[in-house]
Every structure is written in structure tokens, then in C-alpha cells.
């Protein structure tokens, strides 16, 4: 499933992006006894992360409604890339700060990157497709950064504040 996903994104791993570009990978199973999922992320990480592209490959057992999965899988990596960039409850000294959808930061229309679906064939029982892409689409947006920077954030969300402190904390 893995080089599936790098060979639908036509990534060579160890090729470098280019100035600012990174590709990374995530791949996991959702909680233990759900579906397989790999992502692939095309970044471009300067003053702040733009996310181009995701690629993700699934199996997650028998596919009874194609497009009902793929469009679960997509819908959980564009939320996935929200949460990686962007969502996080603000507080001050006083209490919390994001309570509306004005104060509380997601990402918007324009921002949301391509996403790409490959459904793995399987004759296994049904595993659910819900949230398979979440935990594999932030390791592979994290993992880009970490190609186009040279550091890694280990803190989500990956916030311009949080680039920045790491470029000027590495050696």
C-alpha cells in the first residue's frame, strides 16, 4: 500500500523537493483493527505550511460503497490537514478565547489541497473508512515539513510561531 500511494504521487523518496518543497509519508491502521491507510503529502513550508497534495491508499477490507469510502477517506484528510496546520483551542489568562467559528482557527475553502483516493482490493470483511486517514495524513504532513525545512515539530498545530522557533533552534 505504501508504494502505492508514492507511486500514484510520483515521489522519489531521497529526491529533494526543492527550495521550501518537502513530500512525506504516513502510514498506519486505525486503532489497531480498522483499515490500512498511507498518505503521501506534497508541501511547501516557509513562513507557513501550504499543503498541494495528498495521496492516499486504503484498504480497508471489502469496499461495499466505493464512493461513499473514498469520499470518507478524503473528508479525513482534509480535516487531518485542518488539525495539522491550523486548529487549536486558544486560551488567555482569563479562559478560552476560540469560541466561535470567527476565533477558532480551521482551514478555509482555499486552502484545502488536492486529494487523491486509491482503494486497495480486498476480499476481507469491511473495516470502516471513517477516520483511517487522520493519523497517517498528519505524520506525512509533519514528515514533509521536516524534508522542506531540515527540522522537525513534534507539536501540532504546525504554526508559523512554531516554524520559526525551530528553523532558529536548529543547529
Same mark, same amino acid.
Given at each position: 500500500m505504501i508504494e502505492r500511494a508514492v507511486a500514484r504521487a510520483g515521489w522519489q523518496p531521497g529526491v529533494p523537493g526543492g527550495e521550501g !518543497?518537502?513530500?512525506? @509519508? $504516513?502510514? +498506519?491502521?486505525?486503532? %489497531? !483493527? $480498522? $483499515?490500512?491507510?498511507?498518505? #503521501? +503529502?506534497?508541501v511547501e513550508a516557509q513562513? %507557513?505550511?501550504?499543503?498541494?497534495? /495528498?495521496?492516499? %491508499? +486504503?484498504? @480497508?477490507g471489502l469496499v461495499v460503497n466505493p464512493d461513499g469510502a473514498a469520499n470518507q477517506l478524503e473528508g479525513g484528510a482534509i480535516r487531518a490537514t485542518s488539525i495539522a496546520l491550523k486548529e487549536a483551542v486558544r486560551f488567555d489568562r482569563h479562559g478560552i478565547t476560540s469560541l466561535d467559528w470567527d476565533?477558532?482557527? @480551521? /482551514?478555509?475553502?482555499?486552502? #484545502?489541497?488536492?486529494? &487523491?483516493?486509491d482503494l486497495v482490493e480486498s476480499d476481507e470483511p469491511s473495516l470502516g473508512a471513517g477516520?483511517?486517514?487522520?493519523g497517517p495524513t498528519a505524520a506525512a504532513i509533519a514528515n514533509a515539513v521536516g524534508a522542506a525545512l531540515g527540522v522537525r515539530l513534534?507539536?501540532?498545530? /504546525? !504554526?508559523? &510561531?512554531r516554524l520559526l522557533a525551530a528553523v532558529h533552534a536548529a543547529p
Open positions: !518543497t518537502g513530500w512525506g @509519508i $504516513g502510514y +498506519a491502521r486505525y486503532k %489497531a !483493527t $480498522g $483499515g490500512w491507510c498511507a498518505v #503521501v +503529502a506534497q513562513a %507557513a505550511v501550504r499543503v498541494r497534495r /495528498l495521496v492516499v %491508499a +486504503a484498504d @480497508i476565533s477558532y482557527p @480551521i /482551514l478555509r475553502f482555499s486552502e #484545502v489541497p488536492a486529494v &487523491e483516493v477516520e483511517a486517514s487522520f513534534r507539536e501540532l498545530p /504546525l !504554526t508559523p &510561531e
